[in-house]
């Protein structure tokens, strides 16, 4: 009995769906969190209004990293990477590009976690990230040479390509046919296609997985907390909605009585808040 190949989207879904509880490693940059400030004292009321807690891919956006040329490349490469298709929206409607930017114009983009001083020279793949790069350089280097061979080969940048003409430049990128190197068409594919996944999986706090788009669409519900007055109903449907870290912070600004309910991660984000605010 033949069966159909899986389509690029379904890959990707089925290794995201046993990782998809793993916090993204890029996101430690996001913008801090709205958090209303709790009552001063345990007895206190609660206050009539607070503002709520909002994920960053919930405010309005704005690229902070990337020009609009290479805001528009981004957008249709995760597109292409993870398409809208039969099981939902894709990278794009995801807000993966945003998610992106976001990472780039942090200390991810600028490689505070990484060594990029010499010697430089051909590695192994097990000796991981050899080059002088950071990923802000490695995006705008990319980018740049991409686009000067769509231009030279189809006299279009590669936003401006057709679907299927924007999969083989991606394909040739992944397989480093395409003739660049500084950096090598490889390590810029494997970069992009990584932050991709990371953006359409990743919690919403940090721009991307707009709306729960990747976790609707495998399953996952997302914060386990949120979800422990269940853990003891056995034999019984997990139906649940898709809760974030924004979602989890807003419902521990809820009140027992007259008494807050603070979890560690509404403390840390006060103050922050106070701290910015100082």
């Excluded at 991409?146 to 006299?155: C, D």
């Amino acid at each position: 009995m033949s069966e159909k190949p899986l389509s690029r989207k379904s890959f990707v879904l089925i290794g995201a769906s046993a990782a998809a509880a793993a916090a993204a490693p890029n996101a430690a940059d996001a913008a801090p969190l709205e958090v209303a400030a709790a009552p001063a004292k345990s007895g206190a009321k609660a206050p009539p209004h607070h503002s709520p807690i909002h994920a960053l891919g919930e405010r309005p956006e704005a690229y902070l990293f990337f020009t609009e040329p290479e805001a528009v490349f981004i957008e249709a490469a995760v597109e292409r990477l993870i398409p809208t298709d039969r099981h939902g929206a894709g990278g794009k409607e995801a807000g993966c590009a945003y998610y992106i930017d976001q990472q780039l114009a942090g200390s991810y983009g600028r490689g505070q976690t990484m060594y990029t001083h010499g010697p430089w020279g051909t590695a192994l793949p097990t000796q991981g990230y050899q080059l002088r790069y950071t990923p802000a350089e490695v995006y705008r280097l990319g980018i740049a040479a991409t686009n000067a061979y769509t231009n030279k080969t189809y006299k279009k940048v590669f936003n401006a390509l057709d679907g299927a003409h924007q999969d083989a430049v991606l394909s040739a990128l992944e397989k480093g046919t395409i003739g660049f190197s500084d950096p090598p068409a490889q390590v810029f594919f494997g970069m992009l296609l990584e932050d991709t996944v990371q953006g359409f999986f990743a919690d919403p706090m940090y721009g991307g997985n707009r709306d729960k788009i990747g976790w609707k669409t495998i399953g996952f519900p997302g914060v386990g907390a949120v979800y422990v007055g269940l853990v003891e109903q056995h034999n019984k449907p997990y139906v649940v909605e898709p809760q974030g870290i924004a979602d989890e912070m807003q419902h521990s600004m809820a009140f027992h009585g007259e008494t807050p309910v603070q979890h560690v991660q509404t403390r840390v984000a006060a103050r922050s808040l106070a701290k910015d605010e100082a």
